[in-house]
């Protein structure tokens, strides 16, 4: 990539990460590219549709949670382990606006650009979530499907004004739902 056109696509992922991070859940493409002072064409010519423009903001926060996920797996309470990544995708999925409901159509879809991501997600959460189960720290009639759904959900919960006060306790019945120890759930946990 020549550097005014990579220097183009970084100022473009910064400015689309600033409005997405920012509440701009509704910003469009053409919004993105006013803002970051390029032209329609050129923001299209890196990112030809929204879907591509969120998979390479989320990428990085992806890669990083499954990498989170392969230093968690080393951890000695598997049920503390899974808590803690769950807490820390929750999170990231929530700085980002409007991001729930592609990255949830995209897991089914395998031509959307997020689907790899989002599979990728998915299956940093299924090995602490099967290691888990396997040392019966945590329910057996789950999957990576569901947890995955669950982080979509806690984050779509903590966006919602009236119910933001609340989103740790959420959080907290939503882990003592998911681990066979019912005691203490995400706060001694966490």
Same mark, same amino acid.
């Given at each position: ?6 220097k183009n ?6 400015v689309?990460r600033?409005?997405? @991070?920012?509440?701009g859940?509704?910003a ?14 050129t923001?299209?010519?890196?990112f %030809?549709?929204?879907e ?5 903001l989320l $990428?990085?926060n992806?890669?990083g949670?499954?990498?989170?996920a392969s230093?968690?797996?080393k951890e000695?309470?598997?049920?503390r382990a ?10 990231m999925?929530?700085s980002y606006?409007?991001?729930?409901? %592609?990255m949830?159509?995209?897991? *089914?879809?395998?031509d !959307?650009?997020?689907?790899?991501s989002?599979?990728?997600? $998915?299956?940093a959460g @299924?090995?602490?979530?099967t $290691?888990?189960?396997?040392?019966g *720290?945590?329910r057996?009639?789950m ?5 995955f759904a669950?982080i ?8 919602? %004004?009236p119910?933001? %006060?609340r989103?740790?306790h959420?959080f907290?019945i939503i882990v !003592?739902?998911?681990l066979?120890? !019912?005691?203490?759930?995400?706060v001694?946990r966490g």
């Amino acid at each position: 990539m020549r550097s005014d056109a990579k220097k183009n696509y970084d100022h473009i992922l910064t400015v689309a990460r600033d409005l997405l @991070t920012g509440g701009g859940a509704d910003a469009s493409l053409r919004d993105i590219a006013r803002k970051a002072g390029v032209g329609d064409g050129t923001l299209h010519r890196h990112f %030809p549709t929204r879907e591509a423009l969120l998979e390479a903001l989320l $990428r990085t926060n992806f890669e990083g949670l499954a990498e989170r996920a392969s230093i968690l797996e080393k951890e000695e309470d598997a049920g503390r382990a899974l808590v803690l990544w769950l807490k820390e995708a929750v999170a990231m999925t929530h700085s980002y606006s409007g991001v729930i409901a %592609p990255m949830v159509a995209a897991i *089914a879809d395998e031509d !959307s650009a997020l689907h790899g991501s989002c599979v990728s997600l $998915r299956s940093a959460g @299924t090995r602490l979530l099967t $290691r888990a189960q396997a040392e019966g *720290a945590a329910r057996r009639d789950m999957d990576g499907n569901d947890l995955f759904a669950l982080i979509s959900a806690l984050a779509w919960l903590a966006e919602q %004004p009236p119910l933001v %006060p609340r989103a740790d306790h959420l959080f907290d019945i939503i882990v !003592s739902a998911i681990l066979t120890d !019912s005691q203490g759930g995400g706060v001694a946990r966490g």
